[in-house]
C-alpha cells in the first residue's frame, strides 16, 4: 500500500516567515507526478503546485514545491495572512492510474 | 470557465446505496476525466476512481471494488457515483474532480472541483 505521510502535523508561524512542509512516500515515487494542495475550512482543495514544482496559474511565486524519490517539500516564503490553512501532498499517476494524499499539515498563525 | 455542479446532501441507512451526481459546464466534457474524491471528517482526501466519457470505462481505487459505479451521461455532460453496501465510516465529504489535463497522468491531478455532496450514514 502506498502511503504518503506529511510533517509537520501542525506547523505554527507567524506571517513574514517561511514555511516549510514535508511529504514521505513509503515507497520511492519514480516520475515527478507530485503535486500540493492547499484547503481553507469549507471549501474543496485547491491545486498549487504538480509535477513536483510548477506552480498553477494564478499561484503566487511565492509558494515553491521540490523533491524526488521518497521526500518532497512545499515551501512558502513570506507568509501572507490568507495562506495560514491546511495542506496536502498528493502522489498520481496514469499506469495503473492512482491517486493518494497525505493526511494534511496544518499551518496556524503563531 | 469550467464548472461542477453536485447534487444535494443525502442521509442514508447501512447497507443501502447512495447516487450522487456532478454536472459539469465549460471547457470539453468527452475528454476530460472526472473523478470521485471523498474526505471524512478531519482527514486527507482519498481517491475513489475516475471515468474519461470518450472511453466510458472506469477505473476503481482497490478500496472501493465490488462496491462502487462511476458513470458518465454525455448527453447531459453528467458524471454519477453510485457507492453500495454504505458503512457507518462511508460518512464524508464527496467531490467530483477534473483533471488538469486531457491525458495519462494529469487525469488525476485536479484543477477544477464540485462543491461537495456530503452523505451521512446513520441508523
Known amino acids: 500500500e502506498f502511503v504518503l505521510t506529511q510533517s509537520p502535523r501542525t506547523l505554527s508561524l507567524s506571517p513574514g516567515e517561511r514555511a516549510t512542509l514535508s511529504c514521505r512516500a513509503s515507497q520511492s515515487v519514480t516520475s515527478n507526478f507530485f503535486a500540493w494542495y492547499q484547503q481553507k475550512p469549507g471549501q474543496a482543495p485547491r491545486l498549487l503546485i504538480y509535477a513536483t514544482s510548477t506552480r498553477a496559474t494564478g499561484i503566487p511565486d511565492r509558494f515553491s514545491g521540490s523533491g524526488s524519490g521518497t521526500d518532497f517539500t512545499l515551501s512558502i516564503s513570506r507568509l501572507q495572512p490568507e495562506d495560514f490553512a491546511v495542506y496536502y501532498c498528493?502522489?498520481?499517476?496514469?499506469?495503473?492510474?492512482?491517486?493518494?494524499f497525505g493526511q494534511g499539515t496544518k499551518l496556524e498563525i503563531k | 470557465q469550467v464548472q461542477l455542479v453536485q447534487s444535494g446532501a443525502e442521509m442514508k441507512r447501512p447497507g443501502s446505496s447512495v447516487k450522487i451526481s456532478c454536472e459539469t459546464s465549460?471547457?470539453?466534457?468527452?475528454?476530460?476525466?472526472i473523478s470521485w474524491v471523498r474526505q471524512a471528517p478531519g482527514q486527507g482526501p482519498e481517491y475513489m476512481g475516475r471515468?474519461?466519457?470518450?472511453?466510458?470505462?472506469?477505473n476503481y481505487a482497490q478500496n472501493f471494488q465490488g462496491r462502487i459505479k462511476i458513470t458518465a451521461d454525455k448527453s447531459t455532460n453528467t458524471v454519477y457515483l453510485e457507492l453500495s453496501s454504505l458503512r457507518f465510516d462511508d460518512t464524508a465529504l464527496y467531490y467530483c474532480?477534473?483533471?488538469?489535463?486531457?491525458?495519462?497522468?494529469?487525469?488525476?491531478?485536479?484543477?477544477?472541483w464540485g462543491q461537495g455532496t456530503l452523505v451521512s450514514v446513520s441508523s
Open positions: 465549460g471547457g470539453t466534457f468527452s475528454t476530460y476525466a
Open positions: 471515468i474519461v466519457p470518450i472511453f466510458g470505462t472506469p
Open positions: 474532480a477534473r483533471g488538469l489535463g486531457a491525458s495519462g497522468a494529469y487525469y488525476t491531478v485536479y484543477l477544477y
Open positions: 498528493q502522489q498520481y499517476d496514469s499506469v495503473p492510474p492512482m491517486s493518494t
